[in-house]
């Protein structure tokens, strides 16, 4: 016989509320203690933090980590701070192309929250790796100030993550999440710093009320200047899924919107190339059991790299995103943004003013544009 203990653990699973791609940022440096701000999306219990060194050739080792709750600044609500263990271990040390996941803490972390994720690292060197721009203020000194809850030591602001890429809690059985892979756009560029008004962030203020669907965790996994096929500004998507998007815990959806910078980019990258791309990623994430919605590319005439070559690429792309019956779903970004006077166009009252990105309305606009319902899918 089962008990109700027992019966209730496996009516519960680990579920990303938060995630950031991780990529190649900066020179590592030892004896500095990072804090790190990241908003939840999915509450839940027993947080855990999953630290990377996914791009670093020496091992990182990271002294003390703590996790707490923000009350303002770099000042966290007192008492919240807790030390985060490694396998029972208080220190741990993390080898090049690794990542570790934290023992789970005790408590609750609530949705739409602002936690505070404190490292210190002890020894480094070579490459760092983490997410450079995280459209969020985080702090870094140096020295051991970890364990603190004052703001004191914490002068320094910084606009990226560093180690840090993803947190997840324990949730109901039947609650998910949806990881969005894209660039720029949805890593929340023209987007207000310090206001999570990426149209991840939107998506996810949003499915926390929707009851059509269990999905509620929401990881972005954007990457300023990402490309579908080709590394650059990080690895490809393609390069990246399995450790951004396919590794997650409770994934049950892919959200694939990339494609504007191949396009963009004057290498001459065709619509048929891109959409193998796509193919690519659509088989991969069915073929682990996950739904894939897509997202239609918006349009970037004024953009300096629009030209018509490039336009005519997006619209054929655009023609399989919505017509070719291989993605699970589709939300239409183009249609929701575009001008309804020149189609190749932002429209401007939705433009970040770049002609590429939209401001904090397009990104509320491309949230609203997603069925929530459209999330789920039978697989």
């Known amino acids: 016989m089962v008990s109700a203990s027992a019966a209730g653990e496996a009516s519960r699973h680990q579920v990303v509320t938060w995630g950031a791609s991780a990529d190649r940022l900066g020179q590592a440096v030892a004896d500095r203690s990072y804090r790190l ?44 701070n807790r030390r985060i263990t490694f396998g029972g271990a208080r220190s741990v040390t993390v080898a ?62 910084i606009g990226s993550w560093f180690y840090l890429d993803a947190v997840s809690v324990e949730s109901a059985a039947d609650t998910g999440a949806v990881v969005a892979l894209g660039d720029s756009i949805t890593d929340g560029w023209q987007s207000t710093t310090d206001t999570n008004r990426r149209w991840p962030d939107y998506l996810s203020r949003r499915l926390q009320g929707a009851s059509m669907t269990g999905i509620k965790g929401v990881a972005n996994e954007g990457i300023s200047g990402n490309k579908v096929l080709a590394d650059g500004a990080g690895q490809s998507a393609l390069a990246r899924l399995q450790r951004d998007v396919l590794s ?55 953009w300096s790299e629009f030209d018509a070559a490039g336009e005519a690429v997006r619209q054929e792309v655009n023609g399989f995103i919505r017509s070719s019956g291989e993605l699970d779903a589709v939300a239409d970004f183009d249609k929701a943004l575009r001008s309804p006077y020149d189609r190749e166009r932002l429209l401007p009252a939705l433009d970040g003013g770049d002609h590429l990105h939209p401001n904090d309305k397009g990104m509320r606009v491309m949230a609203d544009a997603v069925d929530p319902a459209d999330l789920e899918c039978d697989r």
């Open 37 to 80: 701000v990241v908003r939840t999306s999915v509450g839940g219990s027993r947080p855990r933090v999953r630290l990377s060194n996914a791009f670093g050739d020496r091992p990182v080792t990271f002294g003390k980590v703590y996790a707490g709750k923000r009350e303002e600044g770099a000042r966290l609500v007192p008492g919240s």
């Open 248 to 302: 997650q815990p409770g994934v049950r959806t892919v959200f694939l919107f990339e494609g504007i910078n191949d396009i963009k980019a004057h290498t001459g990258v065709t619509s048929a190339q891109l959409i193998d791309g796509y193919r690519q990623i659509i088989d991969r994430a069915h073929a682990a059991g996950k739904c894939v919605v897509g997202g239609t590319v918006l349009p970037f005439k004024g």
């Open 96 to 157: 090049p192309g690794d990542s570790v996941t934290s023992d789970p803490l005790p408590g609750r972390l609530a949705a739409q929250s602002d936690l505070v994720v404190s490292l210190y690292v002890a020894e480094a060197a070579g490459q760092a790796t983490g997410h450079g721009m995280a459209m969020q203020t985080s702090y870094v000194t140096g020295g051991d100030h970890a364990g603190e809850e004052g703001e004191g030591s914490w002068s320094e602001r």
